[in-house]
């Protein structure tokens, strides 16, 4: 079965048919849907519910276990929320429309109608804005705490504390996220790992795996180069395709 990937704003849409996924922990928020059936999912103290569609808080320790069915892995930018409860039915028809159209509208309508999500700017505060624009900006911008705190006017450890609460992940799960946007991007081009990895400041092909696989619970290769179709959307309104 081909996977599918689907990237824009911010924001990613992955499907794919999945076994289980050990314990790892996302860098974003995520939305999880079963496409098939209802799926297990352990929380850090290993209590195991069953859903047909879950809220998972980003970088919370979980492990998941699809069955072999197939599942939508909807990943929200850092910092934002759902205010309604999470319904498969109306989230698994605004999926497969947002697939099988590859557009931008169907793509924003799955966010704004099926999940309630309209943009979602950081509500924080100057500082910590100033820290999350320099965390996404390119990879060769220093991004330690320490450097970090200096050039807002702050000590590191309350833009460490303050960053963590007003944006809802640590600093380096959100310079996290904006990597990983980035790799996906440029593998979606059909940029081999090794330069994906390269690109966005990773050490080697090695290094992107091991944190990939921590993050997602599954390595890069199965995600990038066994049949993925994918299209990554300009949110101003062109889109491009693989």
């Known amino acids: 079965m081909k996977s599918h990937l689907l990237l824009g704003g911010g924001r990613a849409l992955y499907v794919g048919r999945f076994h289980e996924l050990r314990r790892h922990r996302f860098a974003a928020n995520a939305v999880l849907v079963g496409l098939d059936d ?35 892995m909807l990943f929200l930018e ?13 989230l698994r028809g605004a999926i497969e ?16 109608h099926a999940l309630h999500l309209g943009p979602s700017p950081l509500a924080v505060d100057a500082r910590i804005a100033r820290v999350a624009e320099l965390l996404a900006t390119p990879v060769d911008v220093p991004a330690d705490a320490a450097t970090l705190a200096q050039r807002v006017g702050a000590s590191t450890s309350l833009v460490e504390h303050r960053f963590r609460e007003q944006v809802g992940v640590p600093m380096g799960a959100f310079r996290a996220w904006h990597r990983m946007q980035v790799a ?6 059909g940029r081999s790992l090794t330069e994906v990895a390269h690109a966005a400041g990773f050490y080697d092909s090695a290094h992107f795996s091991r944190f990939f696989h921590g ?17 990554v959307f300009d949110t101003r309104g062109a889109s491009a395709n693989r």
Not at 78 to 90: I, K, Q, R, S, Y
Not at 215 to 231: A, E, I, N, W, Y
């Open 38 to 72: 209802a799926f297990a999912l352990a929380d850090s103290e290993g209590r195991v519910e069953h859903h047909e569609a879950t809220f998972v808080r980003g970088w919370q320790w979980h492990s998941l276990d699809f069955h072999g069915g197939r599942v939508a």
């Open 78 to 90: 850092p910092g934002a929320n759902l205010h309604h409860p999470v319904d498969a039915g109306p």
């Open 215 to 231: 993050m997602f619970g599954l390595p890069p290769s199965k995600v990038f180069t066994q049949g993925l179709t994918g299209t």
């Open 184 to 189: 996906t991007t440029l593998a979606l081009q």
């Open 97 to 112: 429309a947002a697939l099988a159209a590859r557009h931008p509208e169907p793509w924003t309508e799955l966010f704004q």
